[in-house]
């Protein structure tokens, strides 16, 4: 069930080598979500559509992720190795998508490249969580996910605040004309595009991989698996094999995801409303509050990568369930209170909260897990725990709108409220959860 033992500690710059693709990636992710309700309301969507068109997003990575898991898994290439192969497609197309996003003319144009990016996303991303768990002994795990963690809020920070940098210091326009996607958006898109495929060659072309203990013995089992009614078997029948830490962790993430797809939904429109006093897209007022909601954005990206660091030390002091309880609770409360504020400048110190709870949902979790998994289904099993991360994400997509409209009187400000309460429940529910592989203050 554990990791090898075998496996050589790996220094500061392998650990930021392995990790530095995240850096992309991310950039990617945080243009995505705290541009893409932006660019929809821009191109005539109403606040009630917002959800359903962002189920491109889970969807997605619901399809996606547990194929790409098991493939990565069933891989082995002498020079690419099991995860870069996916690492490298994905990033050519997540590319392509973020050049084309800004570039979409109706609102379906942009709904449909919105399910291409993604899932080009997903093909990059979801290897390099099983990646930590392929090189890194248990007592390094931990600090593997932090790295990923740091670039994760690096990236997220500078693509967050793209937008506003466009606008307040290069002079560039933030006012959509004849409806289309302002200039602002657009080059940030476009560097966004290149900064993705660049930071994730890093990867590809430093990180090298280890054959799989037995070589013969992969081939022979990849060679019996082969097959798309095998494999499909498989896939499905990975549920009902699920080890215990996995199906308590399903719980937390579940109302964890919740609440951050309401943020990221909903902020943007919640902001515009609730501080500038406006629901007209076309407003100048509603897009100078999209760059506030990019800065928020990147005030809690930004804290997290510095908790990153600091989260390791307090989880081998206390324990890992007892940092992620902290932090969820932390995060809930701070989400929920954005509805006393009033004031731009306020908003940033609920951002600091959410910022450190983002910092142990990237962490802990997937730390948690790590140690509860067999090495050889690493990729797999990885994949297969995003379905509680994406079905999350697909409920609300379904229900918030409607919720919203009917029970909160129209007003998404509420609706982070809903988020912020999850958080905390999510909190309270990682009690519950048995943690196989905690490091003893010996092994590290």
């Known amino acids: 069930m554990q990791t090898s033992a075998i496996k050589p500690r790996l220094s500061f710059w392998q650990l930021w080598n392995m990790s530095f693709g995240f850096f992309g990636i991310q950039f990617g992710f945080a243009l995505q979500n705290s541009n893409t309700s932006r660019i929809f309301s821009t191109l005539g969507a109403s606040p009630d559509d917002l959800p359903l ?8 990575g619901l399809l996606v992720q547990p194929v790409i898991g098991y493939l990565s898994d069933n891989t082995w290439h002498p020079y690419w190795g099991r995860r870069r192969p996916f690492f490298f497609l994905g990033a050519i197309l997540a590319s392509i998508a973020l050049f084309l996003m800004p ?39 931990t ?13 997220a920070v500078v693509a967050s605040l793209l937008p506003t940098i466009f606008s307040d210091y290069f002079g560039v326009s933030n006012v959509p004309v004849n409806g289309m996607i302002p200039d602002t958006v657009r080059y940030s898109f476009y560097i966004g595009g290149a900064v993705f495929l660049l930071s994730v060659m890093w990867t590809v072309f430093t990180a090298k991989e280890t054959p799989p203990e037995n070589l013969e013995t992969f081939r022979a089992e990849r060679k019996a698996s082969r097959g798309m009614g095998r494999a499909f078997a498989e896939i499905i029948g990975g549920f009902g094999k699920m080890p215990r830490t996995m199906v308590q962790l ?13 943020m990221w939904i ?10 500038y006093g406006t629901t007209d897209a076309q407003s100048a007022a509603y897009q100078n509050a999209g760059n506030w909601v990019g800065i928020m954005f990147g005030v809690y990206n930004g804290v997290s990568a510095i908790a990153a660091f600091i989260l390791p ?24 209170s954005i509805f006393l504020i009033t004031s731009k400048e306020m908003l940033v110190l609920p951002m600091i ?16 897990l790590a140690g509860a998994l067999p090495p050889k289904r690493m990729g797999y099993f990885m994949g297969l725990f995003n379905f509680f991360v994406v079905i999350p994400q697909i409920v609300s997509g379904l229900l918030l709108g409607w919720i919203t409209t009917h029970f909160l009187g129209g007003h998404t400000v509420k609706t982070l409220m809903v988020g912020g309460a999850c958080m905390i429940l999510a909190g309270v529910l990682t009690l519950f959860v048995k943690d196989m592989g905690e490091p003893k203050a010996a092994t590290h």
């Open 313 to 336: 030390g307090f989880a081998r002091a206390t324990s890992r369930k007892t940092v992620h309880t902290t932090c969820l609770i932390i995060g809930g409360v701070s989400l929920a």
């Open 143 to 155: 600090a593997g996910f932090a790295m990923q963690t740091f670039f994760i809020g690096c990236g």
């Open 353 to 368: 909260g959410v910022g450190i709870a983002w910092a142990s949902i990237l962490t802990m979790p997937y730390a948690i």
């Open 266 to 275: 909903y902020t943007g429109t919640a902001i515009a409303d609730n501080v």
């Open 103 to 141: 570039n979409s003319a109706t609102l379906w144009m942009a709904v449909a490249v919105l399910w291409m990016m993604d899932a080009a996303i997903n093909v990059s991303m979801e290897p390099f969580r099983a990646f930590v768990g392929d090189k890194l002994d248990t007592s390094q795990q």
């Open 250 to 262: 399903a719980f937390v993430q579940f109302f964890t995801w919740i609440a951050l797809f309401a």
């Open 53 to 60: 068109f962002w189920l491109a997003a889970p969807v997605t």
